[in-house]
């Protein structure tokens, strides 16, 4: 009995999904007009995605090269410039990334590395035996941290070690906070954007499965008539609205790859971030297309699952 | 078979379709509904079908109390009735065998039993060599002959033909009863509601008149 049972179950799975697909050629002009629409959509997500995680990416290189640099006094030991360091590290507020310590001997092998070819600097640097102080490079998670590290380090208590930093509190600071700021704007906007249009995506393609599933309520109607189950009126919708899906997440792909992506290199972007997303997403695209595929059968299924949850309820006017 | 006691049915306040309606209709039996437009007949059998419900008095059908059915149960209820509706109601994407098909597929019969029974059907409805035909490439009586076989394909104990020949001109008219009563032959009680007399006369069988939603007449034989 059991058996039969599950034999039962499988024919009609195997029924469903053939029934699907024969629905998604046979309604020919709905499906290619649904296809149409979610590939649009799906290219859209996948440019979206893109241009997203390339401003991320840009923001966050530009701000990771902003620092600020402690100098301390040629008399100051290593010990106290670790006591500063921990200082710094342990007070959550300042939300300190990395803090770098440049040796008297690490500066001076780098000054020298970088002129190299200046043979009179170097002769002249030669002789001064302290003109390269040790100090530590600190980096913060929030740029505008920077200057309350500064102000720290200019404390009273500091300034028999601490010579000079270099956070300037001049209009040349100001335009890089300010950069700071529109870069933190930028990545919370580029998110909300990407969220918004997400949401924006979804909706478009729910509106166009209910659509195609409008178009054929009468057939849902009927098949309740004659006494089909719900999910096996439903199945067949929904694998028909997963192969819209997966056909435009193979365009949607396609185009984004092979239309978007060699266009964005033929033009030789002048932002570096640009050519790096580029070569990252080309060498992901092994999960990316599966990804797109997955997202639209997903997308579409879902869809045609609430879209057609409508029609199905039994029409029993009392 | 078939059991309505004091069944009513209202649509708002004023709209009175079926007032206190009783009847028994006892298995294979062969039963037409006459009654003039919006006398009661079409809402009499959508209430047999579960498409509505009544407003008061009981149904059984087939031993089923459809105050005790179940949103759920719906579906298997239709599978014990065959019906057949005025405007066919056929899948439009599916061939004449598909459309018959459906009906067993939904049971979850194999394909192998499906393709045993369904050109049996069509051949019994006279439609051989239109199993690859879909729905618009039919007349209007041969629409009407699909979802007659869709209707008798499970061989249900009931079987509920709301207008099947309304359709239809008077040669495929009785192309159809004549179906239908082989199909009564076979022991399915048929309850069939109809507007033309030539059929009720020929046919002498019970006849049950509903006028203004009340049993107005229940005779037997015919000729009203």
Known sequence: ?318 | MILLDRVTKKYGKKGLALDRVSLHIAPKEFVLIVGTSGAGKSTLLKLLTREEKPTNGKIVVGGVDYDRLKDKEVPLLRRKIGTIFQDFKLLPNRTVFENIAFALEIVGMTNKEINYTVPRVIDLVGLNGKEKNFPRELSGGEQQRVAIARAVVRQPKILIADEPTGNLDPKHAWDVVSVLEKINQHGTTVLMTTHNQDIVNKLKRRVITIDHGRVAADTAGGNR
């Open chain 1, 1 to 318: 009995m059991k058996g039969s049972s599950f034999k039962r179950k499988l024919i009609n799975a195997k029924r469903v999904f053939v029934t699907g697909a024969h629905s998604f050629f046979r309604n020919t002009w709905l499906s290619v007009a649904a296809t149409i629409v979610m590939t649009i959509t799906l290219a859209c997500i996948l440019v979206t995605f893109f241009a997203s995680y390339t401003l991320n990416n840009t923001v966050k290189s530009f701000t990771e090269k902003i620092d600020v640099s402690i100098f301390f006094k040629t008399d100051a030991t290593k010990e106290q410039i670790d006591e500063v360091s921990t200082k710094l590290r342990n007070d959550q507020d300042l939300q300190v990334k990395e803090i770098t310590y440049i040796s008297k001997e690490d500066a001076r092998a780098s000054f020298e590395e970088q002129n190299k070819d200046d043979i009179k600097t170097l002769q002249a640097i030669a002789q001064a035996k302290d003109a390269f102080p040790a100090s530590i490079r600190v980096k913060t998670l929030d740029t505008a941290k920077l200057q309350e590290v500064v102000k720290i380090t200019r404390q009273e208590k500091y300034k028999e070690i601490v010579d000079k930093d270099s956070y300037k509190d001049d209009a040349k600071r100001t335009a890089v906070d300010r950069l700071g700021n529109v870069a933190k704007f930028m990545r919370n906007g580029g998110l909300v954007f990407s969220v918004l249009f997400g949401a924006i995506s979804i909706l478009v393609i729910l509106n166009t499965i209910r659509m195609t599933i409008f178009n054929r309520k009468d057939e849902i109607e009927i098949m309740q008539l004659i006494g089909a189950s719900k999910w096996y009126i439903r199945g067949p919708f929904i694998v028909e609205a997963a192969i819209y899906g997966a056909i435009a997440g193979i365009i949607a792909s396609f185009l984004f790859f092979v239309g978007a992506l060699t266009q964005v290199v033929k033009l030789q972007s002048y932002v570096e971030e640009i050519n790096l997303a580029v070569t990252r997403f080309n060498s992901s695209s092994w999960i990316i297309i599966p990804a797109t595929i997955a997202i639209g059968m997903i997308i579409g299924a879902f869809s045609s699952y609430l879209a057609i949850r409508k029609h199905l309820k039994i029409k029993t006017i009392k």
